[in-house]
Structure formats: C-alpha cells, structure tokens
C-alpha cells in the first residue's frame, strides 16, 4: 500500500506540460501546479491575445497572473523523488514508454516481440510470472515494434520471402507470395547468422591481414630511414675523403707553383745582378772612351787608342730565353683538364644513382602487360597553339609529320621556333598511359611542365628541370633530364610507351611490342601538372591510344 501511495504521489506531482515530474513548481490561481518553465512558455505564445488560460480546466486570467516558485511543493517534489524507485523513472520524448501505464508512461525496460508492446518493470512482472507468456521474446525497449506488423494484413510478419527478400506474414505467404521461396524468420536469422558469421571471419582475418601489412609498412619504412640514413652517412664520408683528396691535391699543386716560382726567380735574380754589374763596367768603358774621344792632343789620341781592351759578346744575355709571358698556363690548364674530367666521371656516377630501385610499398606498382596499361591510357590530342611550323597535324591533332616548308600557323607565345616540338593540348595528373607510334630516323618523347622556354637556350626537351625525355636515333636511346643525357642499351621500338604516376612522382618509359620492355623509370617529385610531348626528327610522330 505504500508503495501504491508513492506511486500516486508521484502521478499526481507531475506537469501535465511536459509529463514529468514538477521542475521550480508553481500554482496557478485556479490551484493547478506545472513548471515554471513550462507555463511561461505556454502564456508566452498568447502575449498578443492578452488572455491566459489554464491547460487543465481553461479558466482564464486577465491580466497575465504573476508567477512565484511553490518552495513546499518544490521540497515534496525533491522528496518524492529521493524515495522513488530508480526504475520508476517518467519516459521521456527520447524514452520508450510503457503501453500499460495510464496518465504518465513510466520509461520501459523490455518490448514484446509477440505482444507488440513495451512495459515498465511493475507492468513486465505477468511475463515472468505467468506461464501464459513465459515463451514471449522480450528484447531491449523499441519504438519500432508496429514495424514488425503487416501493413496489408495486420498480422505478424513471421515469414520471409526469399525470393522477394522481405519480411512477410503468413497470409502474405499464400497470397501475393505464393509459390514463392518462403521459410520463417527464425530459419532466415540462423541462415543469415551463419552467413554473417562466416562474413565477420573474413573481415576478422582481413583485420589481421591489414594488420601485418602495416606492420610490414612500418618495417620497411624503418628500414628505409636506416638505409637511407645509412647511404647519406657514408655519402658524406665519401665526398669528405674525396675533398681532402682535392684539398691535398690543390696544395700539392700550389706547393709546386711555388717552388718553382721561387726557384724561376731566383735564377732571374741572379741573372739580373750579373747584367747589371756587366752594365757598370760597360758604362765605366764608356766614359773612358768618352774622354778618349774629347782629348785634344792628336798625339795621345793616337798613342791611348790601340790599348781599348776587346769587348766580346757577353755571356749573361746568351742566357735570356725571352718568351711569351704565359708562365704556369699549362699547369692551370692540365688542372682544368683533370677537373672536367673529374666533373664528368661525378656526373656520369651520379647520374646512374637512382632512387627508382627502392620498392616504395606504398605506391602502386606499374602494371606488368599492355592491357593492364591500358586501364590508364588517355587519349591525347596535340596542342596547335605549340606545335612547330616545320610539322603538320592530322588524324585530329594526334599526328606529327615533318614537312619540307613550313606551315602557315598564326602567330602565338606558347609556340616551339628552335626545334619540331608539340605539347598535348591535355594535362595529366594521377595515373596516366599513353602510346607514341614514329616512323623515320627519330623521335624524342617527353613529359614538360607547361611553363618551358618556347625558344633558346632551355627550350629544348630534356635541356632544362622541367623536362623529361627519352631520345631514340637511329640505333642509340638516351634519357635526357636537365642537360644530363644517360646513355640507355636498349633496342629501338617503333612504338613508345609512357607510364606516369603523378602523385608517386614515378615516370617509366616502355618498349611496346608483344611484351612491355622498360627501357628507363624516373622517381622524383613532381610540382605541377604535366603535358606530353613528342619532337619528331624523322617522319611522323602520333599518339596512338
């Protein structure tokens, strides 16, 4: 009976507004209670009518009445509360109420798969207690329970239709569905769990799978980092032992410069003091004679003449070997010569040093046949506006052919004058293929950033940063990037292939024929989008995917 009590107190304190116990309780002057909040957002709605009513008996009230917080009502409410049982608790908008409950809904604890209804705790005993509905399904609270109903036939949907996939009732089974695929929902569950777990296997063993992967990732990017680390360490030491080698070299030669400066003019001091004491006694000579010259007595002019000593030829100018004053030219220039031929031996070694023989993992490999190529290719059309006036275009503007006069083009700044040059009016980014078939003594097939000289110096494909190109000429084949040409011995195609990977920074070059032949991979860092470019120096040239 208390326990009655407390449940009727509890009713009997709640907000017919919001359904839930009185919050800041007021009293109104027709003696009902409500929160505060709640009935002064009601009467704000009705400021424009001037007339307040009463949501329980609707007397009016005129002006709008004052309202003051309820402190006993407030204080019976917090108790009522603390004595309450926690399960007992009001539904809420976000709750599921109990179906049973009359007036306030008590928040439910469990749903009825058979019943089609949700019940409170107090409400719920019956489903434990009596064997009547001890076999009912009870699963946590759902508002979706109505769902579960036929709309059609208002029955149970206890079938489900293979055929059609969906949850039927039974009347639908031999009606509309009839000769259907049809068996139970219980059969369809433990057909579906089975499915389901076999499927959670495959995505557990996919987890574990994924998870080796990326702990393969990150071993190979820590042995990266080691290698790498590694190769820059003794880089270093390398170039360190080869600048002292050049530091000491240099000394070595500034040391023989020297020495031989010092000895040259030490043999030239001497040389100079000698001439230069023979000048003191040739002017000595020449002052005797002088006054031999102006004596006025004919007789001792005579008799003083025959005793002049002979004067020989001297014998310190014999030793002045006057030459061109290129002294050490050839000492600077023999240095000059060992340097540019060490600057081509670092060039040719640095050239070969590539990072394209590291697997980055992480970047998808290019494909191993022509029709996994394919997947990329991109129909590539020539850019009018760039082509050279020595080449005209067809087949669309997929065509190149070298003419004997040039073609009348207008006049534009993106126009290639110094070499047969064209740039594909498409730009490539992501992962692009492409095929170039030629025909004549050459062709050269590159990738350019679009910003390239369109004359002079730069301008040439592969002469600057900004191009990469592959250059094939009767029987050689170079890759030339940035003026560095790396000689390939690779046989000559009559079809080119090209494979760039923009974002990986990867480049490849192919030989197309019944196999694909990779004649040279580039990996750098690509900053802009890219254009192909072909440079016909036979016949044609045309892209042919």
Same mark, same amino acid.
């Given at each position: 009976m208390a326990q009655q009590g407390v449940q009727v107190d509890m009713s009997a304190f709640s907000c017919s507004i919001c359904l839930d116990l009185l919050k800041d309780p007021v009293t109104i002057l027709c003696g009902h209670s409500y929160c505060m909040t709640c009935i002064n957002n009601l009467w704000d709605l009705k400021v424009e009518k001037k007339?307040? *009513?009463?949501?329980?008996?609707?007397?009016?009230?005129?002006?709008?009445?004052?309202?003051?917080?309820?402190?006993?009502?407030?204080?019976v409410v917090e108790e009522l509360k603390k004595t309450a049982p926690a399960d007992h608790c009001y539904a809420g908008p976000a709750d599921v109420g109990c179906d049973s409950c009359t007036g306030t809904k008590l928040k439910a604890i469990k749903s009825c798969l058979q019943c089609l209804a949700s019940f409170c705790e107090k409400h719920l005993q019956p489903h434990y207690n009596s064997p009547t509905f001890r076999k009912h399904k009870l699963v946590n609270p759902s508002k979706k329970l109505q769902e579960n109903i036929c709309s059609r036939h208002d029955e149970m949907m206890k079938m489900f239709c293979r055929t059609d996939q969906q949850c039927i009732c039974y009347l639908c089974s031999v009606d509309e569905h009839k000769g259907h695929d049809t068996v139970t929902v219980a059969?369809?569950?433990?057909?579906?769990?089975? !499915?389901?777990?076999?499927y959670q296997q495959n995505v557990q063993q996919r987890i574990q799978n994924r998870e080796k992967d990326v702990k393969v990732l990150q071993q190979e990017v820590e042995a990266i980092n080691r290698a790498a680390d590694k190769a820059v360490e003794d880089s270093e030491k390398i170039f360190s032992q080869l600048i002292r080698l050049m530091e000491k070299r240099c000394s070595d030669v500034k040391q023989q410069i020297r020495s031989q400066q010092k000895s040259e003019v030490s043999r030239a001091e001497e040389l100079r003091e000698k001439l230069e004491q023979e000048i @003191? !006694?040739?002017?000595?000579? &020449? *002052?005797?004679?002088?006054?031999?010259?102006?004596? !006025?007595? =004919?007789?001792?002019?005579?008799?003083?003449?025959?005793?002049?000593? =002979?004067?020989?030829? *001297?014998? =310190?100018?014999?030793?002045?070997?006057?030459?061109?004053?290129?002294?050490?030219? %050839?000492v600077t220039a023999a240095v000059s010569?060992?340097?540019?031929?060490?600057?081509?031996?670092?060039?040719? $070694?640095?050239?070969?040093i590539s990072l394209t023989d590291v697997d980055f993992l992480l970047s998808p490999a290019d494909p191993k046949t022509r029709a996994g190529f394919l997947k990329f290719s991109h129909e590539i059309? #020539? &850019?009018? /506006?760039?082509?050279? @006036?020595?080449?005209?275009?067809?087949? $669309?503007?997929?065509?190149?052919?070298? #003419?004997?006069?040039?073609?009348?083009?207008?006049? =534009?700044? &993106?126009r290639f004058t110094d070499r047969c040059q064209v740039l594909s009016a498409e730009s490539l980014t992501g992962r692009c293929y492409? %095929?170039? !078939?030629?025909? $004549?003594? $050459?062709?050269?097939?590159?990738?350019?950033?679009?910003d390239i000289k369109r004359s002079g110096h730069g301008s040439l494909f592969g002469d600057n940063g900004k191009s990469w190109s592959l250059y094939h000429r009767? &029987?050689?084949?170079?890759?030339?990037? /940035?003026s560095i040409v790396t000689p390939l011995s690779v046989p000559q195609p009559s079809t080119l292939g090209v494979y760039l990977d923009h974002s990986a920074g990867r480049l490849s070059f192919y030989s197309v024929s019944e196999t694909m032949t990779l004649l040279h991979r580039v990996k750098t860092t690509f900053t802009q989008p890219l254009y192909a470019g072909v440079s016909v120096g036979g016949s044609s040239a045309e892209f042919s995917t």
């Open positions: 007339t307040y *009513s009463c949501p329980q008996c609707r007397e009016t009230f005129t002006p709008r009445p004052v309202l003051v917080k309820s402190t006993i009502l407030a204080a059969a369809e569950r433990t057909q579906r769990r089975r !499915e389901l777990g076999e @003191t !006694e040739l002017r000595r000579k &020449d *002052s005797e004679l002088q006054q031999l010259s102006h004596a !006025e007595d =004919h007789i001792q002019f005579l008799v003083n003449f025959p005793s002049l000593p =002979h004067l020989g030829e *001297s014998t =310190h100018s014999a030793s002045i070997n006057v030459r061109p004053r290129r002294y050490f030219e %050839e010569k060992v340097t540019e031929k060490q600057r081509s031996i670092l060039n040719e $070694g640095l050239t070969k059309s #020539m &850019d009018p /506006n760039t082509v050279n @006036t020595w080449l005209s275009l067809s087949k $669309g503007n997929r065509k190149a052919t070298l #003419m004997r006069e040039r073609q009348s083009y207008s006049a =534009h700044p &993106d492409w %095929e170039v !078939e030629w025909s $004549g003594s $050459g062709v050269e097939v590159a990738v350019i950033y679009k009767n &029987d050689s084949c170079t890759f030339i990037h /940035n």
